[in-house]
């Protein structure tokens, strides 16, 4: 259900999430979880300029450099989100394809991996922590609808803010479903459709996904990073 006021505390969120924010009643209104019309003019052109940084994003590659190799790959890589989201931390490595909706409305903490073809609809806050790894074809949506049908015909719509903790492994063709928070050290299998919130240190499966196990809890780790290889792979 849209929520009937906006909320103060994503919108100042929002605030600290860099130059490219579409700042106007109706982007308050799409954060804040309310009904909005998505064809609003300043939204519309955030699109826009989103969709062409993806098209780059996607076919970049460094042909007019003879000794590029793969960590000078995730350094231009690193470059480029920056200017699209909202906030990157250090050694974030999403391969391509990439689609987001605004960018600017995600929050990517540090040691971040993606597979290829992330697909991110951050008409909401999408806020993804420390030490994450997401396997190929996995989706997050913010974005939502009612199921009455006069505000589809309307183009009017609404979102919900998707949370990630640290620690966790989103495995492939997984959906995360709009509102949903998943707490640190939590494992989705491939395949699953998490349709409301996880506890940490949780392993879901299946759909809707449902907690199989629970995990050993780690302590947090100190101010000091472990190296992190940004291009390592996953299964």
Request: hydrophobic share 40%; aromatic share 8%; glycine share 8%.
């Amino acid at each position: 259900m849209a929520a009937q006021a906006k909320d103060e505390s994503l919108i100042q969120a929002a605030k600290e999430l860099g130059e490219n924010i579409p700042w106007c009643e109706e982007y308050e209104k799409m954060i804040s979880g309310m009904l909005y019309d998505c064809l609003d003019a300043t939204l519309q052109r955030a699109r826009f300029r989103v969709r062409g940084w993806c098209t780059r994003y996607n076919t970049w590659w460094p042909h007019d450099v003879p000794d590029a190799d793969l960590d000078y790959l995730a350094k231009e890589r690193g470059k480029q989100l920056r200017e699209v989201i909202g906030k990157v931390g250090d050694d974030v490595y999403l391969e391509p394809p990439l689609f987001l909706d605004y960018g600017c409305n995600i929050k990517l903490g540090d040691r971040i991996y993606a597979n290829f073809n992330l697909t991110i609809l951050d008409c909401s806050l999408v806020t993804i922590g420390n030490r994450v790894m997401f396997g190929p074809n996995v989706s997050i949506y913010a974005a939502t609808h009612e199921t009455d049908v006069q505000s589809r015909r309307d183009n009017i719509e609404y979102a919900r803010p998707v949370t990630i903790g640290d620690d966790c492994w989103i495995g492939g063709n997984s959906i995360i479903l709009p509102g949903v928070t998943i707490g640190e050290g939590c494992t989705v299998g491939a395949g699953s459709v998490v349709t409301k919130d996880v506890p940490a240190w949780s392993v879901v499966m299946g759909t809707p996904a449902r907690v199989v196990k629970k995990v050993t809890p780690l302590d947090p780790l100190p101010a000091e990073r472990t190296p992190f290889t940004a291009i390592e792979r996953m299964g």
